[in-house]
Antibody, heavy 120, light 107 residues
């Protein structure tokens, strides 16, 4: 059974760095084709795809966040970390991580999400 | 990047109704289209992948169709537990963009 869970600070000040950790079980990020994707959702708004990190450490980022977003993985700890620099109130959202199927680009399952608020 | 649109943005329906919503890609994505269901306060759940393949455990009243740029999600007989938001996502090429969603609520 695959499970994922996001964790991190719930409140971040503007200009600081927002960091969320995804801890997963039931799969290995060293398995060919596997990836962990990140998606966020501002309160009351739609899903926004942020990026993905693959088993081979390849990454893709949303063009709108490319300059501020970084994804890193620690395979031994079964963790992926999302880092978003220079946080702004518009970054306030629930952040989700999700498992990417080894052979296709769909995401299932997802973690429960964590709400991060950017405010002074 | 591929842009996704969905219509309608919201709809009101009754239990037992047949409900249809559409998703359109800004360029051809073959059948690389996924549908997710999201209930309030919960994470999205994968319903359909590859445009028409039901994920395991998803009721057969859900169906998907389409290819190229135009796709449809149909609920043949709406049930109380189906009131939720539905998002399409293209999985043809990164960034794997989502549509803006269709919210289905009770008439």
């Amino acid at each position: 059974q695959i499970t994922l869970k996001e964790s991190g600070p719930t409140l971040v000040k503007p200009t600081q760095t927002l960091s969320v950790t995804c801890t997963f079980s039931g799969f290995s990020l060293s398995t060919s084709g596997v990836g962990v994707g990140w998606i966020r959702q501002p309160p009351g708004k739609a899903l926004e795809w942020l990026g993905i990190i693959y088993w081979d450490d390849d990454k893709h980022y949303s063009p709108s966040l490319k300059n501020r977003l970084r994804l890193t993985k620690d395979t031994s700890k079964s963790q992926v970390v999302l880092t978003l620099t220079n946080a702004d109130p518009v970054d306030t959202a629930t952040y989700y991580c999700a498992h990417k199927h080894w052979n296709f680009n769909w995401f299932d399952p997802w973690g429960p999400g964590t709400l991060v608020t950017v405010s002074s | 990047d591929i842009q996704m649109t969905q219509s309608p943005s919201s709809l009101s329906a009754s239990v037992g109704d047949r409900v249809t919503m559409t998703c359109r890609a800004s360029q051809s994505i073959s059948n690389y289209l996924n549908w997710y269901q999201q209930k309030p306060g919960k994470a999205p759940k994968l319903l359909i992948h590859a445009a028409s393949i039901l994920q395991g455990g998803v009721p057969s009243r859900f169906s998907g169709s389409g290819s190229g740029t135009d796709f449809t999600l149909t609920i043949s007989s709406l049930q109380a537990e189906d009131f939720a938001s539905y998002y399409c996502q293209q999985s043809d090429s990164a960034p794997f963009t989502f549509g803006p969603g269709t919210k289905v609520d009770i008439k």
